[in-house]
């Protein structure tokens, strides 16, 4: 008996061991992260600015990133930059104007580029078994963003799959943001004063949350509620900008906004154990925008 007990305790020893070790292996951190590069450096002028953002970007080690304004990028550019951070696989959405792109240490599948109907473009891919979607919706005109946040929804509620994360610039303000965006009637009057007989930022004289109001009904959940504190999440304007614009190191601070989201699906989201807006230190000078950083618990290969 005595044996028989020394025996069952030994294999529910090792057999415990071995469990541990297969959950820890089975979720794994997946670090996903967006971007905005402001106007692809200039263009690629600003070479040192470049250096700069993929030094920092090398140094947190994200498994996806999301890239917005590519101005002057190809292919061949952005391997060679995602190369520097450890992502061997990347996807361009185009090569003219202000493209999007996912980069990844895992292999991409594409499955929509669509530059047709919407102001810049959407790129939808797979990886880590996840769809993502890349946007950077119209930065002039609540109507038009409307229009493609819907388009968007219906793309993801037609998925056949409950695991998509929708990332990116969509210069849209969320309805959870409401109690600190609308104390700020400088930057609202600004915004009503811009001189466009076409387009307009505002929606009916008001700050417009209808964009992000639909992502958040597909359901799309955005991540960084109760990860951070959201009044101090900003994501732009930066410093940057200071001395342009008309832009001053006041209306910096006065013009605050988030704009820059990871949104995703909610059992995706339920694995979401950290969230960071980068948006202090070296980062102030590296664009006009702040990057995002999500950590997800997921199943990954080894």
């Given at each position: 008996?005595?044996?028989?007990?020394?025996?069952?305790?030994?294999?529910?020893?090792?057999?415990g061991?071995?469990l541990s070790t297969?959950?820890q292996?089975a979720?794994?951190?997946?670090?996903?992260?967006?971007y905005?590069?402001?106007?692809?450096f200039d263009?690629g002028?600003d070479?040192a600015?470049?250096e700069r953002?993929i030094?920092?970007v090398?140094e947190?080690?994200?498994?996806v990133l999301a890239l917005?304004?590519?101005c002057d990028y190809?292919?061949?550019?952005?391997?060679?930059?995602?190369a520097?951070?450890?992502?061997?696989y990347?996807?361009?959405?185009?090569e003219?104007?202000?493209?999007?792109?996912l980069?990844?240490?895992e292999p991409i599948i594409l499955i929509?580029?669509?530059v047709?109907?919407?102001?810049?473009?959407l790129?939808?891919?797979?990886?880590?078994?996840?769809?993502?979607f890349?946007v950077?919706?119209?930065p002039?005109?609540?109507?038009?963003r409307?229009q493609?946040?819907?388009?968007i929804?219906?793309r993801?509620?037609e998925?056949?799959?409950?695991?998509?994360?929708?990332?990116?610039?969509?210069?849209?303000?969320?309805?959870?943001?409401?109690?600190?965006m609308?104390p700020?009637t400088?930057?609202?009057?600004?915004?009503a004063?811009?001189k466009n007989?076409k387009?307009?930022?505002?929606?009916?004289?008001?700050?417009?949350?209808?964009?992000?109001s639909e992502?958040l009904?597909i359901?799309?959940?955005?991540?960084s509620l109760g990860?951070a504190?959201?009044?101090a999440s900003?994501?732009?304007p930066t410093?940057a900008?200071?001395?342009?614009?008309?832009?001053?190191?006041?209306?910096i601070?006065?013009?605050?906004?988030?704009?820059?989201?990871?949104l995703a699906s909610?059992?995706l989201?339920?694995?979401?154990?950290q969230?960071e807006?980068?948006?202090?230190?070296?980062?102030e000078?590296?664009s006009?925008?702040?990057?995002v950083?999500?950590?997800?618990?997921v199943?990954?290969?080894?």
């Amino acid at each position: 008996m005595r044996i028989l007990i020394h025996f069952l305790f030994f294999t529910f020893l090792i057999f415990g061991t071995h469990l541990s070790t297969f959950s820890q292996q089975a979720n794994k951190d997946l670090k996903v992260m967006t971007y905005n590069i402001w106007n692809g450096f200039d263009w690629g002028k600003d070479t040192a600015r470049n250096e700069r953002l993929i030094q920092w970007v090398k140094e947190q080690n994200p498994d996806v990133l999301a890239l917005q304004e590519l101005c002057d990028y190809d292919v061949d550019k952005l391997k060679k930059d995602a190369a520097q951070w450890g992502h061997p696989y990347v996807q361009i959405l185009k090569e003219k104007g202000y493209p999007t792109a996912l980069t990844s240490k895992e292999p991409i599948i594409l499955i929509e580029k669509n530059v047709d109907n919407f102001w810049h473009g959407l790129l939808h891919v797979q990886t880590y078994g996840i769809d993502f979607f890349v946007v950077h919706l119209s930065p002039s005109d609540a109507n038009i963003r409307l229009q493609e946040a819907q388009q968007i929804k219906s793309r993801i509620q037609e998925l056949s799959t409950d695991s998509y994360i929708i990332l990116g610039d969509f210069n849209s303000h969320s309805p959870l943001d409401a109690y600190w965006m609308e104390p700020k009637t400088a930057l609202k009057n600004k915004m009503a004063n811009e001189k466009n007989e076409k387009y307009s930022n505002l929606r009916m004289g008001e700050f417009d949350y209808a964009p992000m109001s639909e992502f958040l009904s597909i359901p799309a959940i955005d991540v960084s509620l109760g990860k951070a504190d959201l009044e101090a999440s900003f994501t732009f304007p930066t410093p940057a900008l200071i001395g342009l614009y008309d832009q001053t190191a006041e209306s910096i601070i006065q013009n605050r906004v988030r704009i820059d989201y990871i949104l995703a699906s909610p059992s995706l989201a339920k694995t979401c154990s950290q969230v960071e807006i980068f948006n202090h230190g070296a980062r102030e000078t590296l664009s006009d925008h702040f990057p995002v950083m999500a950590v997800f618990q997921v199943n990954k290969k080894e």
